[in-house]
């Protein structure tokens, strides 16, 4: 089901960044260049400007609604309660150990010579 839902979120993808190319912008866009110039022609430019924003409309509402599926009911659950990370967790799991670094050792101190004044 995971792999449906992901193929279709895909296919949605594709078709909004499709529809939102063809949008016409202050410059023409890409809509001239796909043929866009044409579909104008076919329904009329007020109708084809409404037909490609209610479809970016829809498509986006799609692909958030998809988003939030796959993300609550389809993806493994997460555990809150260690308050672990995935990779802590994947590390522990292997027998994996963090490194410890060597201890260190406080430098030997020495007296320092008595300062000297000039002139004397």
């Known amino acids: 089901m ?3 839902l ?3 979120e895909i296919i949605i993808c594709l078709l909004l960044i ?6 016409s912008s202050k410059g023409g866009g890409l809509a001239g260049t796909f043929g866009g110039g044409n579909v104008g022609m076919v329904f009329g ?7 490609l924003i209610r479809a970016t409309q829809i498509l986006a ?9 796959i993300n609550i009911f389809f993806l493994p659950s997460r555990n809150t309660a260690t308050g672990e990370s995935v990779l802590q967790k994947g590390g522990a799991e292997r027998g994996m150990s963090t490194p410890q670094l060597p201890p260190v050792e406080a430098p030997a101190t020495t007296p320092s010579p008595a300062p000297s004044t000039p002139g004397q």
């Open 2 to 4: 995971f792999s449906v």
């Open 6 to 8: 992901m193929a279709l």
């Open 18 to 23: 499709v529809v939102i190319l063809m949008q």
């Open 45 to 51: 430019v007020r109708r084809t400007a409404d037909f």
């Open 61 to 69: 509402g799609a692909f958030i609604a998809l988003s939030l599926i």
